[in-house]
């Protein structure tokens, strides 16, 4: 058990190394650094480590690695019969890297029952830096031409890390979410990480893993940090994956 204080990263410092993620705080729950940049170097390295930034526009920027992780196995995905039905009627038009930022926009927006919001400026930046070199993406859903869900992730090697998603809709962000995972289990993606819990992902068939074992899987999927992963466009509306069940 650690609860001593989380470690210093000096942005100056040319090198985007972390501490061993088992040296995170038990108390808050998993926070491991504070400074350091959002440079795409070191965010590929913190993604490719188990780490990820989250932080309040008034704080200096905070580095996180949960235990348990919160992660989707592509071939887990849950859909119930009333998704699936919004599914087949077809409500919403579904495409991805078409409007990245207007994505990212809405996930800031804020949420019932909080105030303020944890993507700041600085972090919209950063994320679009990212997406214009490859590595972050999104998916969304439209109906007519107005955007009304969607998320965006980075995608390293076989994982693809899930930051955030909104919905305008009933339904919106899961049918983004499914048209996603379909796609990359086409693609042979082997993990997507969702970060921390919540109910809404369990009902799409989410689970936890020990840190441990989240890192495992990371070693088994990531190629070395700073390779983009292989997206293209063209998401598949029909296929139906082993674990996409009816209840």
């Given at each position: 058990?650690r ?69 989707l ?78 998320l965006y ?84 509306a ?10």
């Amino acid at each position: 058990m650690r609860g001593l204080a989380p470690f210093w990263i000096d942005p100056r410092h040319p090198d985007c190394l972390f501490p061993p993620v088992s040296l995170a705080l038990d108390e808050p729950d998993g926070l491991l650094a504070i400074g350091g940049d959002l440079s795409p170097r070191r965010l590929l390295s913190a993604y490719r480590h188990g780490i990820f930034p989250w932080y309040n526009e008034n704080q200096p920027i905070l580095w996180w690695s949960p235990n348990p992780r919160t992660v989707l196995f592509p071939d887990q995905l849950h859909v119930s019969r009333s998704l699936r039905k919004t599914l087949r009627r077809g409500a919403f038009r579904v495409t991805a890297d078409q409007a990245f930022t207007a994505v990212v926009e809405a996930c800031s927006g804020p949420r019932r029952g909080e105030q303020g919001t944890w993507i700041t400026p600085e972090m919209k930046r950063a994320y679009a830096r990212m997406f214009e070199l490859g590595h972050a993406h999104s998916v969304e859903c439209w109906e007519g031409e107005s955007l009304v869900g969607g998320l965006y992730g980075i995608g390293i090697g076989g994982v693809f890390f899930g930051e955030s998603m909104f919905s305008r809709r009933t339904d919106a962000s899961k049918v983004a979410f499914v048209h996603l995972v379909r796609q990359l289990q086409a693609w042979g993606y082997g993990l997507i990480d969702c970060q921390v819990y919540s109910a809404h992902l369990a009902s799409l068939g989410a689970t936890t893993l020990s840190r441990e074992d989240f890192i495992a899987q990371l070693d088994r999927w990531c190629p070395t940090p700073g390779q983009a992963a292989p997206w293209r466009l063209g998401l598949p509306a029909e296929a139906r994956p082993a674990g996409d069940d009816e209840a």
